[in-house]
Each structure stands twice: as C-alpha cells, then as structure tokens.
C-alpha cells in the first residue's frame, strides 16, 4: 500500500480501513483530498475487501474542509477535488462504513453521511455550517433530500445548526448511534456480516441501489457546482463570510 502523509489505508481480514490523520480535527485540505482520491483509487481496483471502514484519530471525525481552499484560485481544484472523492465512494465495489467519533462537520458530515452505513458514537456532532459563512455545501444539497426529505434538508442546511447523534439519526443523516464502549464490537459484527456474504453479490447489490441515486447525484452534483462556483463564489457576501472566519470576526454582510 502507498504511504500516505494524511492518512492511512491499510487492508486486514477482508476490510480496508481509511483513516484519517490530519490530527487534531481532521481539517481537508487538497492535499489531504488528492491523497484520499488516490486510497480510494486504490480500493477500486482491488479485489479482497469486503468492506472499506472510514474513520478518524484525533478529536474529532472531521471539522470539514479548510477554509484557505476556499479562497481565490484554490475553490475551483478543491471543490473538484472534493467532489471526486464522492463519486469514487459511490464507485467502490464493497460497502462502505463511516465510523464517527467526536465531530463531522461540512465535509466531514458529507463523507460520513454518504457512506452506506454510518455509525456514530453518542458523544458525536453533525452539522452543515457553510451558511453562517455565506455559502452552502453542494454534496449535502445533492444529496440530503435523498436521505432526509426537503423539510429536515432544509432545516439543517439553512439554519447551519449542529445536531446530536441521537438528532441525526432521527433525521435519517445516519444508521446508528451506539455507546461509546460497545462500538468496536458493533463494528465486528458488522462487518462479520460482510464478510460472511458473496463479495460479488455484495458489489452487484450495491451498485443496483447506488445506480438509482447515482443518477441522480450525477445530474445534479454538476449543476450545483455550477451554482456554487459561478455564482455563488462571486458574491461579496461569499468572500465576506470566509475572511471573517479567518480573521475570527462576525461577518458584514451586505446581501449582495
């Protein structure tokens, strides 16, 4: 396997195991991203997992993507790259198991909530915060009304509230909240139930329910990015709403 400086990606008893390593929360720069694709690249072409198991070391599962790339001549490559790593996850043949401790926030709920199978810890957070910045996560519109219904996607999305596990999984963002304690033989179970099934039929299984949402996702991933790119990220409200995290002040916003 290659060695990677973010993460690590390691194949054991049938299971691949991505995790991330971008201590203390996980932050997603491009590069950290490019080096997920290629895992993810990886994964594809490989033939023994039955299963591929992302999770995270650190405080929290991700704080999202980082904010300097979002700015300038870096949004087009990040937001490119970013979405690239959701169609090689609906691309990968084994199911997918997200595996959240601490918090998944704006990419870091993205990821996990587009795994197959998500499972969180009690103590963990979800949230979409990208409005309070002035801006919207695009994987998220693509894809929540598919998980949540328009109203909890709409909820969640303009309001940028963060949730509990137990809220998430009411809201239909993830599979299953357990204790904190009890996690890792929730997880073997899990995945002993994978490995017990025909891999092929595990992939073709997957990969007929994938295709009715990948169409969809396909479609719209594209004209939401669009929207975001060439529209939204033009705004001064856009660029307002990410100096102001950056220099740690409220944001002026001047609705235009």
């Known amino acids: 396997m290659t060695n990677y400086e973010t993460i690590h990606l390691q194949i054991e008893n049938q299971v691949a195991w991505l995790t991330l390593k971008r201590a203390p929360v ?44 979002h700015i300038g001549d870096k949004a087009e490559p990040m937001i490119h790259v970013f979405h690239k790593m959701f169609h ?8 997918t198991v997200a595996v959240v401790e601490g918090a998944a926030i704006g990419g870091g709920c993205e990821i996990a909530s587009f795994c ?5 810890t009690e103590k963990a957070k979800f949230g979409q915060p990208e409005i309070n910045l ?29 949730i509990s596990a137990v809220k998430a999984k009411e809201f239909g963002l ?4 357990v204790a904190e304690g009890e996690l890792e033989d929730y997880l073997e179970d899990l995945l002993d139930s994978f490995r017990s099934k025909s891999r092929v039929a595990l992939e073709f299984t997957r ?15 594209g004209k939401v990015e669009q929207i975001y790119l060439n529209d939204l990220m033009k705004t001064d409200d ?10 740690k002040r409220k944001p002026v916003w001047k609705h235009s």
């Not at 090689?88 to 199911?95: H, T």
């Not at 993830?174 to 909240?177: D, G, K, T």
């Not at 990969?207 to 479609?219: D, G, L, N, V, Y």
């Open 26 to 69: 996980n932050v997603l720069n491009i590069e950290m991203m490019q080096e997920i694709v290629d895992a993810l690249e990886n994964l594809i072409a490989n033939e023994e997992p039955h299963a591929l198991v992302i999770r995270a070391d650190g405080k929290a599962f991700s704080a999202g993507v980082a904010i300097e790339d």
């Open 174 to 177: 993830i599979n299953e909240v």
């Open 116 to 120: 197959d199978i998500s499972v969180a």
């Open 238 to 247: 856009a660029k307002e709403g990410l100096d102001s995290f950056l220099e």
């Open 88 to 95: 090689l996850l609906a691309k990968i043949p084994c199911p």
């Open 134 to 162: 002035g801006l919207f996560p695009p994987v998220s519109v693509a894809i929540f009304p598919l998980l949540m219904g328009f109203n909890k996607t709409m909820e969640l999305l303009l309001t940028g509230k963060t």
């Open 207 to 221: 990969k007929a329910i994938r295709e009715a949402m990948a169409t969809t996702f396909a479609q719209t991933i």
